[in-house]
């Protein structure tokens, strides 16, 4: 079964060159193509597509905001949302990830970056460009500690090594391969961390793990 795709960027050849890149995917499926943040929202609540993937400048709302409103704390039904954008400024990246936004890419990575983090949103992991993933790292090493809530239980030995990896990126089955261990094992460990954090993502697992510097 085909990914269903919603393409939500207000430069009609950019949204063109992506909706191109993704169909010719055997098995993406471009449903729906937005040119600023309302219609992305209205489309997205229409259509119901496996992942959004949006830019992060747009008129009416900018894509933060739509992945506020699709993802955000508080949505009962979260979509997977992508977000993709020229700009690699901190504060977009940060906003983006704390609204509940599955990846974030520069317009820059390639197809095929873009190709696996639309797979990864839809499995429910989250991929983020390795530029940006470093520049996340040299951010979170340069200020003060977060305070951030303590885990309901103590985090094992195990779920502190996948609690880093997940912090610096990695998919399930990276993490699998890293640590010698079964995939269903990891989705296990990266289930507790998430009941024991109060998380809704990995994503948000990872925000903490950057907050109480553990990467």
Known sequence: ????????????????????ILDAQP?????????DGPEALDLAARLRPDVLLVDIRMPGLDGVEVTRRLAGPGVADPL?????????????????????????LLK?????????AIHAAAAG?????PAVTRRLLA????????????PIDALTEREEEVLALVARGRT???IAAE????????????????AKLGARNRVEVAIWAYDTRRV
């Open 108 to 116: 820059d990575a390639g197809p095929q970056l873009l190709v696996q």
């Open 27 to 35: 098995d993406l499926e471009v449903v729906g193509q937005a040119a």
């Open 139 to 150: 951010t979170f090493a340069d200020r003060a500690p977060q305070p951030a809530v303590q």
């Open 1 to 20: 079964m085909s990914i269903r795709v919603v393409v939500a960027d207000d430069q009609e050849l950019v949204r063109t060159g992506l909706v191109m």
């Open 125 to 129: 992991d989250a991929l983020i460009a």
């Open 172 to 174: 399930n089955a990276e």
């Open 80 to 104: 997977a949302v992508v977000v993709i954008t020229t700009f690699d400024l901190d504060e977009y990246v940060l906003g983006a990830l704390r609204a509940g936004a599955r990846g974030f």
């Open 179 to 194: 640590l010698f261990i079964g995939l269903s094992t990891v989705k296990t460990h990266i289930a507790s961390l998430m």
